[in-house]
């Protein structure tokens, strides 16, 4: 009895340390069908919560693919604060911080940002040990554009973690693990088996890891305990632990259907919830190829109206052309009958003063021909000489 009462506190306590450790993983989606497949281990002791993230798979959509098409390029990363970044700039978007439930305290680390390829890990200190809580991460896909410089391209929806109790369940007539928990006590004190002792250490370890068990395959641990403890069945002798066992076991595979489940019930809803993200793209993209559509019909319209416009501005153009030409012609129509009115007037002026010019002429020298004639004749008859002929200028 005092060697089982020793050897019990300590099977409790790797129990507890397995209970309170687990590794899960998660898949989360952005708006463009990128797909995030995240693998992390969460671990509660002594008011300590440490969340280390162990791996990270990520596959682009099918609009994100075609832009960034060297995956080792885009990097998944959080931020635990905002503001300027040591060493780094983020653009595209204004990242936002995940927050703290106020049951935990945590210090901001230096950088502000943390990239799951490095495998970071987070150190919480908690402050109210019996109480479990949900805590939301936003997470960010980057490409790396060089020289120190990320440009955010998308955000994925928050990574859900949640954070079990870390006390040992009270007894509720709801709950079984609980009940289970509290009845060994009082089976241990009534036996002083050894095999005895170790089944019952073995139930409440099982007890303790199906109610932190969160999603399947069950963990490593727990499988182990559940081997081990349907190896004992057979070679325990107490009626009242032998029954102990097989409702353990029984309440593994309830559970185990419980989470299969619950497991099934959430990927249906990401089926639905992947569905309805896939017809909201489809409809944005129609959406998108309808307005590129109208968009290139008023393009086409518009040119069309452009080129109309064009056409009758040539037109038009020609026409005033052709007007112009008309209107300059029937000046210089006029000008030229002008010039040759002018040059008809000037020729009639010519011909008339050549006429009276020869019209004086004629006359001068008619008179000039009677008075030298009426010369001669006076001076024959009074000289009675016959004087030479001679013209008398007048």
Request: aromatic content about 8%.
């Amino acid at each position: 009895m005092k060697r089982a009462s020793i050897l019990l506190p300590f099977i409790l306590f790797i129990s507890l340390s397995e209970a309170l450790s687990m590794e899960i993983r998660d898949t989360v989606w952005t708006a463009a069908k990128d797909r995030l497949v995240i693998s992390y281990e969460t671990r509660r002791d002594n008011g300590r919560i440490s969340l280390r993230f162990l791996n990270i798979q990520k596959k682009l959509g099918r609009e994100n693919s075609r832009e960034y098409r060297k995956l080792d390029e885009i990097s998944v990363l959080f931020f635990d604060r905002t503001g300027n970044y040591p060493d780094i700039t983020f653009s595209n978007m204004v990242p936002e911080a995940f927050m703290v439930p106020a049951v935990m305290e945590y210090r901001k680390s230096d950088e502000g940002y943390f990239f799951l390829r490095d495998n970071p890990e987070l150190v919480f200190t908690d402050t109210d040990r019996n109480d479990s809580f949900v805590l939301s991460i936003p997470l960010y896909l980057a490409h790396y554009e060089g020289r120190g410089r990320y440009v955010l391209f998308a955000r994925a929806d928050d990574l859900k973690i949640k954070i079990a109790k870390e006390s040992v369940p009270h007894a509720d007539p709801g709950n079984q693990y609980a009940a289970a928990n509290v009845t060994q006590a009082s089976i241990v004190a009534e036996t002083g088996n050894e095999a005895t002792t170790e089944a019952l250490a073995c139930i409440q370890t099982i007890s303790m890891l199906l109610e932190a068990q969160q999603s399947l395959p069950f963990s490593d641990g727990l499988q182990y305990e559940i081997i081990k403890l349907r190896s004992m069945q057979d070679r325990t002798t107490d009626p009242e632990v032998s029954a102990r066992i097989r409702e353990t076991l029984a309440a593994s595979e309830i559970r185990k259907e419980e989470l299969r489940t619950a497991q099934s019930d959430a990927a249906l809803r990401a089926q639905k919830e992947a569905e309805a993200q896939a017809r909201i793209a489809e409809e944005k993209a129609r959406e998108e190829q309808e307005a590129r559509q109208a968009a290139m019909k008023q393009q086409a319209k518009e040119e069309k109206a452009r080129n109309t416009k064009l056409l009758l501005g040539a037109i038009g153009f020609g026409i005033l052309c052709l007007v112009g030409n008309q209107v300059f012609q029937h000046y210089r129509n006029i000008r030229n009958q002008k010039n040759m009115m002018e040059m008809q007037q000037s020729l009639t002026r010519q011909a008339a003063n050549e006429v009276k010019r020869r019209t004086n002429s004629y006359a001068r020298n008619q008179t000039r021909k009677v008075v030298n004639m009426g010369k001669d004749s006076i001076r024959e008859k009074v000289g009675g000489k016959k004087v030479k002929k001679r013209n008398i200028s007048i």
